[in-house]
């Protein structure tokens, strides 16, 4: 028996997640052209990410690094067949910040499209009648303990070593300017959006 038969390997796993983006679609969705989306959030603060720097050989280059602790969180969900993605930063992550989010979400999905968004299982996700998930939006929790298969895990590498590293964000707002910043930067040159996979 092939390793794909049983729901193993790569052909496995490509037939058992479109069986499982085919089960999120409602019923009310039949017809509409389906995008899918890839969901997460990331914390971005004072004490920041040191990342690798090109230096002369033999050299040490100095990175700052500050002791503080105040932080935000940057919700990014991409589409990568489309190249575009909704983001929002946020000062705490919970329901109402992840409502936020999916309204963002929402309103970026194509005219008449309905998207399946991809998620892992934090505490905010879960709908548990606290979130208000558009019409136009359905929700695929990841199995747990599974964020490799997220590929906005790629999209948080990239902002880090592109535009949120080794840096000293004096104030709070410093930080959500970043953010905000490296975010519009992503969506303005979407490469790093297309090159996921669809």
């Known amino acids: 028996m092939a390793a794909g038969a049983r ?22 969705a039949p017809g509409k ?25 033999g050299s040490r280059p100095a990175a700052p690094r500050d002791q503080r602790y105040r932080w935000a969180f940057l919700f990014g969900a991409v589409c990568p067949a489309r190249g575009i993605g909704a983001g929002r930063v946020l ?12 309204a963002e979400i929402g309103r970026q999905v194509a005219p008449g499209a309905h998207a399946v968004v991809t998620l892992d299982g ?10 208000r998930v558009p019409k136009n939006v359905s929700l695929l929790p990841l199995p747990p303990y599974s964020p490799e298969p997220n590929p906005v895990e790629n999209i948080w590498q990239f902002l880090r070593q592109n535009h949120l590293s080794n840096r000293v964000h004096e104030t709070y707002d410093a930080i959500v300017n970043a953010c905000c910043d490296a975010w519009n930067a992503l969506i ?11």
């Open 91 to 102: 000062p705490v992550a919970n329901g109402h910040a992840m409502n936020e989010h999916l």
């Open 33 to 57: 052209p389906i995008e899918l989306w890839w969901q997460d959030e990331a914390r971005v603060g004072q004490q920041g990410t040191l990342t690798p720097v090109w230096a002369d050989k």
């Open 7 to 28: 729901g193993r390997g790569p052909v496995g796993a490509q037939k058992t997640f479109a069986a499982l983006v085919a089960a999120a679609i409602p019923e009310r």
């Open 188 to 198: 303005a040159e979407p490469a790093p959006i297309t090159d996921l996979p669809p």
């Open 122 to 131: 934090a505490g905010w996700h879960q709908p548990g009648g606290k979130l």
